[in-house]
C-alpha cells in the first residue's frame, strides 16, 4: 500500500521563544505533521521539552502532533503524551525492555505506535513486532542533536524497512540530516515521511513553504 509522502518538520530547530508561532507559520507553508522530539537528557545528551509544552502548542494547532520519545522508561510518558494531544507515539527499540507491551499501550490509547531505531540496531528486530505498528523510524544521524549530517550507510537500511513493511498500511518515516539533497535518497529507498528540522526552520519563514517543496520532491 503506498502511502501518502508526509512532511513534518521538527519544532527542535524551531524558535523556541515562539514556538506556537513557527508552528502556524510551517501549517501555513504546507507542512503535513509536526515532529515533537521529546529528549530526557539520559537517552540521548540533550534535554528538550515535554507534555507541558506540546499541551501548550496543542491550544493554537490541530496538525497532526508526532511524538518522538527519546527518553529512557517511555512508557512512563506515554499517558501523558496522549492527555497532551500527540496523535502518534513514537519509542525507540533501544530503550524499551517490553517493545510489544509498551507498543500495546500506545495503541489502547489510541494512538499510532511507532517503533524507532538507531543506526546501529537492525531492522530484522522489527519484524515480530511489524503488525501491530502504525509506523517505523529509520534514524539517519545519532539521535540527540538537531543539525547533523545524514549517514550515506543508512539508504541501504531504509530499503530494508521498507522491505519488511512490504504492502502493510505503515509509514516509514526518516530523521535526521533530511535536506532538499539527501531527501531524495530516502524516497528513492522507500520511505514516504520525512523529518527535517533545519532545513526548513533555518531559512526565514516567508521561505518555509519553498524548503518544504523542495524536501518533498
Known amino acids: 500500500m503506498s502511502l501518502q509522502r508526509i512532511i513534518a518538520p521538527s ?40 507534555a507541558p509544552v506540546i ?11 508526532d511524538a518522538h520519545l527519546m527518553v529512557e522508561n517511555p512508557d512512563n510518558l506515554i ?3 496522549k492527555q497532551a494531544g500527540c496523535d502518534g507515539i513514537t519509542v525507540h527499540l533501544e530503550a524499551c525492555t ?7 499501550v ?6 499510532c505506535a511507532g517503533v524507532a531505531i538507531n543506526p546501529h540496531t537492525p531492522v ?13 523510524l529509520i534514524m539517519t544521524v545519532n539521535p540527540g542533536f538537531g543539525g547533523q549530517r545524514f549517514i550515506p550507510s543508512m539508504v541501504e537500511k531504509i530499503q530494508q524497512a521498507r522491505e519488511l513493511i512490504a504492502d ?11 535536506t532538499q539533497e539527501t ?19 533555518g531559512a526565514d519563514p516567508t521561505d518555509y513553504a519553498l524548503r518544504i517543496e523542495a524536501i518533498r520532491g
Open 11 to 50: 519544532i527542535l530547530a524551531a524558535n523556541f521563544a515562539d514556538l506556537a508561532a513557527d508552528i502556524k507559520s510551517v501549517e501555513n507553508a504546507g507542512a503535513d505533521w509536526v515532529h515533537l522530539d521529546v529528549m530526557d537528557g539520559r537517552f540521548v545528551p540533550n534535554l528538550s521539552f515535554g
Open 55 to 65: 499541551a501548550s502548542l496543542r491550544k493554537s494547532s490541530s496538525s497532526y502532533f
Open 79 to 81: 499517558e501523558d503524551m
Open 98 to 104: 517490553h517493545l510489544d507491551r509498551t507498543v500495546s
Open 106 to 111: 500506545i495503541n489502547e490509547h489510541d494512538c
Open 124 to 136: 530484522d528486530n522489527l519484524k515480530h513486532i511489524i503488525d501491530k505498528i502504525g509506523l517505523i
Open 168 to 178: 502493510r498500511p505503515i509509514h516509514l518515516q526518516v530523521d535526521g540530516g533530511i
Open 183 to 201: 531527501a531524495p535518497l530516502a524516497i528513492a529507498a522507500g520511505a514516504n515521511n520525512l523529518v527535517a528540522g533545519s532545513a526548513i526552520f
